[in-house]
């Protein structure tokens, strides 16, 4: 796809549709934005989300909502600041509305089961093909969460190439950091950790520092704890339950979940880890 950001700070390429906000009209300080935050919506479809947010009397928006199709709704150009952080603090700053872009991405969140079906909050109802099973990186027990359609993460690292070659983006960060025990977006369907690796590459110097650093050993807490082949509850077990009080090494994290070693190498939920 072709896409393209204009002297307006507006998105223009295909599938792009500009509903602008006429509520927002606040521009960034100079040097900002520095950071961009992404979000679920929780809500029925792109379009709904995104005309919601857009409402002069809802006090939240967004830059930018992007569909399961690859479509694409602009609230807010990219140099004025919209209101999808809240209430919000990470590594010593807060009020992330003044820093940061925000790119909600159309996606139901966290779903109940019922019978053979998966339900959101607002009624809808998702089959097997459509949900994960898996531990949020901010909880302990895992929980049933809609996917993220393959175009649509493909189409949000598009958009960001482009945001982090035209602003000073050197972070990205999930709703669930800057706002945790409040907001629990985008949630462990969304490849956070991955993502982020993938933007910036090996050079993530320009990251805050002030985010903590990787335990590097822990040991196990419960009587058996599996040991899969991803970072996720859906993954095939790669041998049998490590035991209680087995000592790992720990390699890396990703939505809840560490990569960590014994003899055998896989991924473990990370609450089920006590880390020295």
Known sequence: ??????????LQGD?????????NSKP???????????????????????????????????????????EIYQLVPFNIIAWHAGES????????????????????????????????????????SDVIKAVHRNEKKPRYWHLYTERQLEVNEVVTELLLKKYNISQILGHEEISPGRKVDPGPAFPLDRFRRLMFGDNRAGEMAAKPSLPKSGTVIPPKLNIRQGAGISFARVAKPLPAGQKVIILEEENGWYRVKTKIEGWVSKGNILTD
């Open 1 to 10: 796809m072709t896409l393209t950001i204009d002297n307006d700070h507006l």
């Open 89 to 128: 603090s990470y590594a010593g700053r807060s009020k992330f509305n003044q820093y940061s872009i925000g790119i909600e991405l159309d996606n139901a969140g966290a779903l109940e089961k019922a019978g053979s079906d998966y339900v959101s909050w607002f009624g809808k109802k998702y089959i097997d």
């Open 15 to 23: 599938n792009v549709v500009h509903l602008i906000a006429s509520k």
């Open 28 to 70: 960034f300080k100079s040097k900002f934005p520095d950071t961009l935050v992404v979000h679920f919506t929780a809500g029925r479809s792109a379009e709904s989300s995104a005309r919601f947010l857009q409402r002069p009397d809802v006090k939240a928006s967004a830059h930018l909502v992007i569909g399961r199709g690859g």
